[in-house]
């Protein structure tokens, strides 16, 4: 069995930094990309940041220069340095990764974690 856990998330003051983990355990084959997504209250999750297999990176504009994603392939996990945040990243955000289980190498899936809170407030 395949999950992803995240940790990371809280309160913060507008302009504060918060850093988000997601660590993919189990019986994991390949994972071929990992990322975040937000969803705040009467809105559609959206995607926040992602990351491929070989390092390939996509932001939404609204995080551009503010957030970056990165990963620590050996230990399965990736990360969400949030800078400079704003009233409106309050949202709960979501570990996402596209990847295949060992079980049944030749397909790949996605894969969600449970979601932390992030609130920026003063």
């Known amino acids: 069995q395949v999950q992803l856990v995240e940790?990371?998330?809280g309160l913060v003051q507008p302009g504060?930094?918060?850093r988000l983990s997601c660590a993919a355990?189990?019986?994991i084959?390949?994972?071929y990309?990992?990322?975040w997504y937000r969803q705040?209250?009467?809105?559609?999750?959206?995607?926040?940041?992602a990351i491929t297999s070989g390092g390939s990176t996509n932001y939404a504009d609204s995080v551009k220069g503010r957030f970056t994603i990165s990963r620590d392939a050996a230990k399965n996990t990736v990360y969400l340095q949030m800078?400079?945040?704003k009233f409106e990243d309050t949202a709960v955000y979501y570990c996402h990764a596209h990847m295949s289980a060992e079980s049944d190498y030749d397909s790949s899936y996605d894969y969600w974690g449970q979601g932390t809170q992030v609130t920026v407030s003063s």
Request: glycine content about 22%; overall charge positive; proline content about 4%.
């Open 33 to 35: 990309s990992m990322g």
């Open 16 to 18: 504060g930094s918060l």
């Open 29 to 31: 084959f390949s994972i």
């Open 40 to 49: 705040a209250p009467g809105k559609q999750r959206e995607l926040v940041a």
């Open 25 to 27: 355990s189990g019986s």
């Open 83 to 85: 800078n400079s945040l």
């Open 7 to 9: 940790s990371g998330g």
